[in-house]
């Protein structure tokens, strides 16, 4: 396995369009986590999955924000009317590996987000 | 609510020690954590700590946890060029599957 996959690295859009991020987690692990990180700041929760459920979605996500896992494998992030203030790093993690869990989170390298 | 604070920057000269220091507010932690993110680069953990131990130690990396006062620190030993980074600490708790709480980050400047 090749870790967490990313995908596209970067994306550059105009303000009121929509875009969507995808995850590709590592294969065994059963939770897989979105965050946002602005400059400076650590990473802020957005959404959560265990296997195909969203268990848990941050009261400050907007309704613009959705996520899904259909199969319980990657996950895609879409943001709707972008804004610039959602200008950010969109990161996935994932954990939960089988009989070794420790909470640890693998990240993948990000989605930088860029609206004019 | 919980929190994690560190301090924003940390400097130290090459070859020195570097000890990285963060505050967490909720006792009933199961693990901690240290991530450390290179610029433009994801988030790659370190190390982690269960929260029954007080101390850990892996190479140049040695970690403290003092429940008493609610205290993690990291140390690097012989700080090199390739440890300037933003070093982030954060918590986790078993019954909430493990979402974590983050701190700021504090950003190692290595001196030559």
């Known amino acids: 396995d090749t870790g967490v996959s990313q995908n596209p690295r970067h994306k550059i859009t105009k303000r009121g369009q929509n875009v969507t991020f995808r995850c590709d987690p590592i294969s065994e692990h059963n939770r897989l986590y979105w965050y946002r990180q602005t400059l400076g700041q650590g990473p802020e929760f957005l959404t959560y999955?265990?296997?195909?459920?969203?268990?848990?979605k941050s009261r400050l996500l907007s309704d613009r924000f959705s996520a899904e896992r259909p199969k319980g494998s990657f996950s895609t992030l879409e943001i709707q009317r972008t804004e610039q203030g959602d200008s950010a790093m969109y990161l996935c993690?994932?954990?939960?590996?089988?009989?070794?869990?420790?909470?640890?989170?693998?990240f993948g390298e990000g989605s930088r987000l860029t609206v004019l | 609510g919980e929190d994690v604070e560190q301090s924003l920057f940390l400097s130290v000269r090459e070859g020195d020690s570097s000890v990285i220091n963060c505050t967490y507010t909720d006792s009933s932690s199961t693990y901690l954590y240290w991530y450390k993110q290179e610029p433009g680069a994801g988030l790659q953990l370190l190390t982690y700590?269960?929260?029954n131990m007080d101390m850990k130690q892996d190479q140049r990396l040695t970690v403290l946890l003092n429940k008493k006062d609610k205290h993690l620190s990291l140390r690097i030993a012989d700080t090199q060029t390739g440890d300037s980074a933003i070093y982030f600490c954060a918590e986790s708790y078993m019954d909430s599957n493990y979402q974590l709480i983050w701190g700021a980050g504090t950003k190692l400047i290595i001196k030559p």
């Open positions: 999955f265990q296997n195909e459920a969203q268990l848990e």
């Open positions: 993690a994932s954990s939960g590996r089988a009989g070794a869990d420790t909470g640890e989170l693998f």
């Open positions: 700590i269960f929260s």
